[in-house]
């Protein structure tokens, strides 16, 4: 079993949609979870980090964590073209190595 | 400024062949780290470096070495590519939780 798992999608939505992404992990120690865009041929860009359980906002993006289910998401609302990217999760238990999901290719068509 | 910098970008190798990736970053993180991205498989470490004049290895060092050679470089050296080491090879500097950069990636293809 992988330590993190991602649906890869692909996933089409119409502008304006409200897109949700979602991981779940098995290891119970990771406590830092993070979310990264990552457009094509490029490398990943941290959208946002979040600690522990909770929600955290930044503008359209808000980063979900549910430990008890292991389970972390990230909704974007109002989605645009420009949000045309592949989502990749991440988290980290000690002090350095990601674990990263495989990645969600999002499709945001005008 | 630049962030992270990869050299080369694309790179085509035959079986057997060595090469170096160099990473540089001008942000003075301490912290900097290898990783190989492929299909279904996601972004593996396969060597970090918590601070110059340390290396350590990641999830998938077998092939590889590095070399920290001073706080901005850090470089990954395939000795004798091998067809599974076809990959994404991205160089990250990161300080923290919320200061993390990735470079652009150097696309390698072994025949």
């Known amino acids: 079993q992988k330590e993190v798992e991602q649906d890869p999608g692909p996933l089409s939505v119409p502008e304006g949609a409200i897109v949700s992404l979602n991981c779940t992990y098995s290891?119970?120690?990771?406590?830092?979870f993070m979310w990264y865009r990552q457009y094509s041929r490029k490398g990943p860009e941290l959208l946002m980090y979040?600690?522990?359980?909770g929600n955290k906002e930044d503008g359209r993006f808000t980063a979900q964590v549910d430990k008890s289910s292991k389970y972390i998401s990230l909704f974007i609302r109002d989605s645009q073209p420009s949000d045309s990217a592949t989502y990749l999760c991440?988290?980290?238990?000690?002090?350095?190595?990601?674990?990263f999901g495989t990645g969600t290719r999002l499709t945001v068509i005008p | 400024n630049a962030g992270v910098t990869q050299t080369p970008k694309f790179q085509v190798l035959k079986t057997g062949q060595s090469m170096t990736l160099q990473c540089a970053q001008d942000?003075?993180?301490?912290?900097m780290y290898w990783y190989r991205q492929d299909p279904g498989m996601g972004l593996r470490l396969i060597y970090y470096?918590?601070?110059?004049?340390?290396?350590d290895k990641g999830e998938v060092p077998n092939g590889y070495n590095v070399s920290r050679l001073n706080k901005r470089e850090f470089s990954l050296r395939l000795e004798s590519a091998a067809p599974s080491q076809t990959s994404v090879y991205f160089c990250?500097?990161?300080?923290?939780?919320?200061?993390?950069?990735f470079g652009p990636g150097t696309r390698l293809t072994v025949l």
């Open positions: 470096s918590a601070s110059e004049g340390t290396t």
């Open positions: 979040t600690y522990s359980s």
């Open positions: 290891n119970s120690a990771f406590q830092y």
């Open positions: 942000m003075n993180h301490n912290s």
């Open positions: 991440a988290m980290i238990a000690g002090a350095n190595n990601l674990f």
């Open positions: 990250a500097s990161i300080e923290s939780y919320n200061e993390q950069f």
